[in-house]
């Protein structure tokens, strides 16, 4: 078995010399651990003595404190960073808005009035869209013939003279601002005024004489020349509105056509305007208000034919109407009358497919005046905040009057402050410096 060597040099004997074959044991020889005397190469085993002899380095010892004094630096850096986006980062305010959610009850009837009629007043108003389309298409004709025909259109009546039914005879005269004349073909008896509203009626008039000049309108105050002498204070406040233009009137040869071909022809021809008007009205509905299919009203008017011989083109006028109402006028009025403790503030809903609108049967398809109405289903009113307000009277503010602060904005139901750094005691003196955000979007 191999000696272990450096065991026996680091450990001299220190037994005394002995003698005798025992006594000449390599165990008694004295070895020098001079690293300035040579060993003897029988004594020294071949795999160990360079590992073992040589000198401790320093290198391990300065590596390693590198390596701390580079985790010491980054844990720096880090701390540095830490608090450079604590005490930079902007002020921010957390804001919850009011929500209100509505269940409809059915049996409830709302009205809106025509926003000229509404002013000044806490009616909810509707405005209205409207477009015009013509379409035409070719017919065989088999030959011609002279028609004059009188234009005709409805109008409404109004009683804002008396609180008594006011009755106006035969062949009573309504006349446009521009003086074309229409007159009703029956008397006609127009209720009395409330102490809200002017009592009102549709009728029927037609044209005083044939021609496509009077197809006009719709038409804002006709009034009646016939109570201007004998009853001015009536003529002021007995007066007529048409909501649609009248139609009809026709002076001149027109093509003979088949009435099963013209009957076609129009039906195919309404049809395509209405689903073209439909989308054009639609279209120019401001994105802050919204309208309800329900509410359209459509007048179509016969154009005039064209063409001459067999091929005869005959078209189609429409005239499409859609009131629509302010989201906004919309949200508070509701939330007014069902009664969502609606404060003040402006408030919206969001989403409106949530409820179904139903005008009422008192309401006219001509829509000129109040248009009434049911809902059923449900709606959630949203208070708007707004953010650059909030961070406006915040500014520069201690945060011991955070609180009554944003308690003075209507539409917030609550809110949090996170002020940067922590150790603030007021808000950033620059508005923009101070971010409001909404826990919901609106």
């Known amino acids: 078995m191999a000696r272990d060597y450096f065991s026996e040099v680091e450990t001299p004997a220190e037994e005394p010399a002995a003698h005798g074959e025992e006594a000449r044991s390599i165990r008694n020889i004295p070895i020098s651990v001079s690293r300035d005397r040579a060993t003897p190469r029988s004594a020294v085993p071949p795999s160990r003595p360079t590992a073992q002899r040589r000198p401790a380095s320093g290198s391990p010892r300065r590596g ?12 720096i850096l880090a701390l540095v960073g830490v608090g450079a986006v604590t005490v930079f980062r902007k002020s921010s305010i957390v804001v919850t808005p009011r929500i209100h959610t509505v269940v ?5 009837a709302y009205q809106a009035l025509p926003a000229a009629d509404a002013q000044g007043t806490a009616a909810l108003a509707y405005r209205i869209a409207e477009v015009a389309l013509e379409e035409r298409t070719t017919v065989t004709a088999s030959g011609t013939e002279r028609v004059e025909e009188y234009a005709k259109g409805t109008i409404t009546v109004y009683n804002e003279f008396s609180d008594k039914p006011v009755r106006l005879i035969k062949n009573t005269r309504f006349e446009t601002p521009d003086g074309k004349t229409f007159r009703v073909r029956t008397s006609i008896m127009v209720p009395a005024k409330t102490a809200t509203a002017p009592g009102s009626m549709e009728t029927t008039v037609y044209a005083d004489q044939t021609g496509p000049e009077f197809n006009v309108g719709p038409v804002d105050r006709f009034a009646l020349p016939g109570l201007k002498t004998g009853a001015p204070d009536m003529f002021e406040k007995v007066y007529a509105k048409s909501a649609a233009p009248m139609t009809g009137g026709y002076k001149g040869d027109r093509p003979i056509v088949a009435d099963s071909d013209m009957n076609k022809a129009t039906e195919a021809l309404r049809s395509t305007l209405k689903t073209k008007a439909l989308e054009a009205v639609t279209a120019a509905i401001p994105a802050d208000s919204f309208a309800f299919p329900q509410l359209l009203s459509v007048a179509f008017e016969a154009l005039p034919p064209q063409g001459e011989g067999a091929a005869t083109q005959v078209g189609e006028k429409a005239t499409v109407r859609m009131p629509y109402l302010s989201r906004a006028d919309f949200a508070r009025s509701i939330a007014s009358a069902t009664s969502a403790d609606a404060g003040e503030g402006e408030i919206t809903i969001p989403d409106t ?6 005008l009422a049967s008192t309401s006219s398809t001509t829509i000129t005046d109040a248009i009434s109405f049911t809902l059923s289903g449900t709606a959630k009113f949203v208070w708007k ?8 009277d915040l500014a520069g503010k201690d945060k011991s009057a955070f609180q009554t602060i944003v308690q003075s904005h209507p539409g917030v139901e609550s809110a949090e402050a996170f002020l940067r750094p922590f150790w603030r005691s007021t808000f950033p003196t620059d508005p923009s410096k101070i971010i409001v955000t909404m826990s919901e979007a609106q």
């Open 353 to 358: 497919s949530t409820f179904t609108l139903t």
């Open 104 to 108: 409809f009850d059915e049996a409830a």
């Open 385 to 392: 905040v707004d953010p650059q307000s909030v961070a406006t």
């Open 64 to 75: 390693s404190r590198h390596v701390i004094w580079g985790v010491v630096a980054v844990a």
